[in-house]
């Protein structure tokens, strides 16, 4: 792993990427709050299935844009 990808990555297990520089949409709390119901519901089912709950309009999609992505988490967990 290079030094610029181990910045980035603990930058990401730190919790961000710095300050929120941001104003949240008004109803960003009430999605929040959708999402959390949803995965209760779904009894910890992966990433990808949850996804496809939240957003289920893959077909709509670009074929190039249609697979699954890859998260560099995911990636480290192999080298661990």
């Known amino acids: 792993m290079n030094s610029w990808t181990l910045k980035r990555w603990n930058c990401r297990r730190a919790g961000g990427y710095g300050a929120k520089d941001y104003i949240d949409h008004p109803d960003t709390a009430a999605r929040a709050g959708e999402i959390e119901e949803l995965k209760?519901?779904?009894?910890?089912?992966d990433r990808f299935t949850i996804q496809q709950k939240l957003m289920?309009?893959?077909?709509l999609l670009?074929?190039?844009f249609r697979g699954k992505n890859a998260r560099i988490d995911e990636m480290m967990e192999g080298a661990r």
């Open 40 to 45: 209760k519901k779904l009894n910890g089912a």
């Open 56 to 59: 289920p309009y893959e077909d």
């Open 62 to 64: 670009p074929e190039r």
